[in-house]
């Protein structure tokens, strides 16, 4: 089955701080690769995708690339903002057999921003 | 931001009484999907659709039933309310199975 692991938080930075959560992953066929972000008492948003093996997606700073050779989908950003806490979840979905597209998740990781 | 609302957004509930949830979306998406979030476990599939009238069990069905009578409505129901249920709820909806999918501003649901 699929499945996701992300590094274990929570991670505290100071603002302008450089930013790498790991994410690493496991999957039947290939798979679409994401990271969403959760901000306090609101839903999942889309931050960033890659498709393809060597892809890499971003938005808003971040950056992820999609590394077949090694199963990581890693989120960078090179100078965080208060902003930027949150939780950051990786997640991948394949298509075919009965995934029916669902997300396999990360835990998820916590990142909080100091002025 | 995709077009996804969830009623109620809060709700308190006794144990062994019925909830209906509801997710919304005025995208036209094929693909809707209820997870459930809970510390310690991330999220989790309950429930999808993959069109009118089709629907399939996910991850951690067992307590829940769904129904998709409408392309836009997908509604989730907790039959006899427990206290494991107590949780917040997600809908998603997507274009595709592996396109990305968006996430609705979620429902917290507390059973006593």
């Known amino acids: 089955g699929n499945s996701v692991t992300q590094m274990e938080g929570p991670v505290t930075l100071s603002e302008e701080a450089f930013l790498t959560i790991n994410c690493t992953y496991t999957?039947?066929?290939?798979?679409?690769l994401f990271w969403y972000v959760q901000y306090p008492g609101e839903g999942l948003q889309l931050l960033l995708k890659?498709?393809?093996?060597?892809d890499k997606g971003s938005n808003k700073g971040f950056e992820a690339t999609y590394r077949k050779e090694t199963t990581s989908f890693h989120l960078e950003k090179g100078s965080v903002q208060v902003s930027d806490s949150a939780v950051y979840f990786c997640?991948?979905?394949?298509?075919?057999?009965?995934?029916?597209?669902?997300?396999?998740f990360g835990q998820g990781t916590i990142l909080t921003v100091h002025p | 931001d995709a077009g996804i609302t969830q009623s109620p957004r809060h709700k308190v509930t006794e144990t062994g009484t019925p909830v209906t949830l509801r997710c919304h979306q005025t995208?036209?998406?094929?693909?809707m999907y209820w997870y459930r979030q809970d510390p310690g476990h991330g999220l989790r599939l309950i429930h999808y659709?993959?069109?009118?009238?089709?629907?399939d069990k996910g991850e951690v069905s067992d307590g829940y039933s769904v129904s998709r009578s409408k392309t836009e409505d997908f509604l989730l129901t907790l039959e006899s309310a427990t206290s494991s249920q107590t949780s917040v709820y997600f809908c998603?909806?997507?274009?595709?199975?592996?396109?990305?999918?968006?996430f609705g501003p979620g429902t917290r649901l507390t059973v006593t």
């Open positions: 997640a991948l979905t394949t298509a075919g057999g009965t995934s029916y597209g669902k997300l396999t």
């Open positions: 998603a909806i997507s274009e595709s199975l592996v396109y990305e999918q968006y």
């Open positions: 995208e036209n998406h094929r693909y």
């Open positions: 999957a039947t066929g290939y798979p679409s």
């Open positions: 659709s993959y069109g009118v009238k089709d629907t």
């Open positions: 890659a498709t393809k093996a060597d």
